[in-house]
């Protein structure tokens, strides 16, 4: 079976989509000011280097991520200065 390619925009959706639903994971056992561009940011900065991968490792890179892991880049980017939380 052929792999359909998504349209960029698709793809922001997806990915858009993704992080709302991680974020309201989050939400629900309470860390209640998480948003999805937070999530995306914290997901993305390990593909500034390396550019996005395929579709199905930006999928387990955002549903697999732990709350220590999003709270660990939360709190270095606030130490960098680079996010106010």
């Not at 974020?23 to 914290?42: D, K, M, N, S």
């Not at 199905?56 to 697999?64: A, C």
Request: net charge negative; hydrophobic share 35%; aromatic share 8%.
């Amino acid at each position: 079976m052929a792999e359909e390619e998504l349209t960029e925009q698709e793809l922001n959706e997806a990915i858009e989509s993704l992080c709302r639903s991680k974020a309201e994971e989050f939400r629900l056992i309470g860390y209640e000011h998480v948003t999805g561009p937070e999530i995306w940011e914290c997901v993305s900065q390990k593909y500034e280097k390396e550019g996005i991968p395929p579709m199905h490792q930006l999928v387990n890179d955002i549903l697999s991520l732990k709350v220590t892991q999003f709270m660990n880049y939360m709190t270095i980017s606030a130490y960098r200065g680079s996010r106010l939380i």
